[in-house]
């Protein structure tokens, strides 16, 4: 019995699952074009995972902990096997982590792994929020047949550059996720963020604000060393902007966002893009922040109703655009 389990399947008003009896196979290697190999761990149940459907989620704060539990468990319990990759230079995975810059060519230098694999089913579902939802937008469009469907949320297509508004500078989100990603892998990391919260704060008072990091973390952050360098139409910032990508994205589209989330500007932006140019997307918005459970909940239906074509015949949902107030 895994007590964690029933409680998010209330939490996240999820459907009874297949099984609760699943298992992990850790640290697979995934290699890259440029030598680099990523760590990778394949959760399924652990009778018939072969040739189901697969929900890759790419991320940068480890493998374990809230990915984990909140996102890899409940989809391997309700006909999944999922892939859940540490990106580039984090958790293990080799190479550098520079935020954002490595997403497109690895994401699909992974899904061309992914495809090979003798386990991989049906299809593949590309699933996260936040940074998770970024690096879906940074492959869709050139995504092989495989992937199905993209379910972001809390995202968009050119992601800092939402915190590089022309209306003002949003200061607390690069510079505590900056602090976050800087410090998440030493040790009792996420005990220090809990503790360490007011002093987050009151280091953003700092001023010259470009010393704001070091008071933190003993040394500047270069994520936001660059976010206070390159203005949102700096050449800086192109390799990393994925938003006139969205055009092109063939496969159907499930993104859900947040009122009161910061990335919910550019989310409707890609929606309309999406819309425009005739392609297959559906919109959830709800009365959320970008942490709030009812995203998850609302990604995690979506993946379970939506996400692949046998599953989107029995959904309820049939509308392309679905706005809860």
């Known amino acids: 019995m895994n007590p964690t389990s029933h409680i998010l399947q209330r939490l996240l008003r999820l459907p009874a699952p297949r099984t609760r009896d699943v298992t992990v196979e850790r640290d697979l290697l995934v290699g890259m074009r440029d030598g680099a190999v990523l760590l990778a761990d394949r959760w399924r149940p652990r009778s018939g995972g072969d040739g189901l459907p697969t929900a890759l989620l790419r991320s940068p704060y480890g493998r374990n902990g809230m990915i984990a539990v ?121 005990l220090g963020q809990l503790l360490g919260a007011g002093k987050v704060r009151r280091a953003m008072e700092t001023l010259p604000l470009n010393q704001a990091d070091a008071t933190v973390l003993g040394h500047p952050s270069a994520y936001f060393q660059n976010v206070l360098d390159h203005d949102a139409d700096a050449a800086f910032w192109q390799p990393v902007d994925h938003s006139h990508r969205v055009k092109d994205i063939t496969m159907p589209v499930s993104t859900v966002g947040g009122w009161y989330d910061i990335f ?62």
């Not at 996102?71 to 230079?89: D, I, K, N």
């Not at 970008?290 to 029995?314: K, Q, T």
């Open 70 to 190: 909140q996102l890899a468990r409940p989809l391997a319990e309700r006909g999944y096997q999922v892939v859940v990759q540490s990106t580039r230079g984090t958790f293990g995975s080799g190479g550098e982590f520079d935020p954002l810059r490595r997403e497109r060519e690895d994401g699909l230098d992974t899904l061309e792994w992914l495809v090979e694999q003798p386990w991989c089913g049906e299809g593949i579902v590309l699933f996260g929020g936040s940074y998770l939802g970024f690096v879906q937008w940074a492959v869709a469009d050139a995504a092989p047949p495989q992937v199905k469907a993209i379910i972001p949320s809390v995202s968009e297509s050119a992601f800092t550059l939402e915190q590089l508004r022309t209306d003002g500078f949003s200061l607390e989100a690069p510079f505590g996720w900056g602090v976050q990603v800087a410090g998440q892998e030493h040790p009792r990391s996420r």
């Open 264 to 325: 919910l500007p550019g989310q409707l932006r890609d929606f309309q893009a999406l819309q425009k140019n005739g392609r297959r997307a559906r919109l959830t918005v709800g009365p959320w922040s970008h942490i709030s459970m009812g995203v998850g909940a609302a990604a995690a239906e979506e993946a379970l109703a939506f996400a692949l074509p046998s599953r989107r015949a029995r959904s309820r949902r049939s509308g392309p655009l679905y706005v809860c107030m």
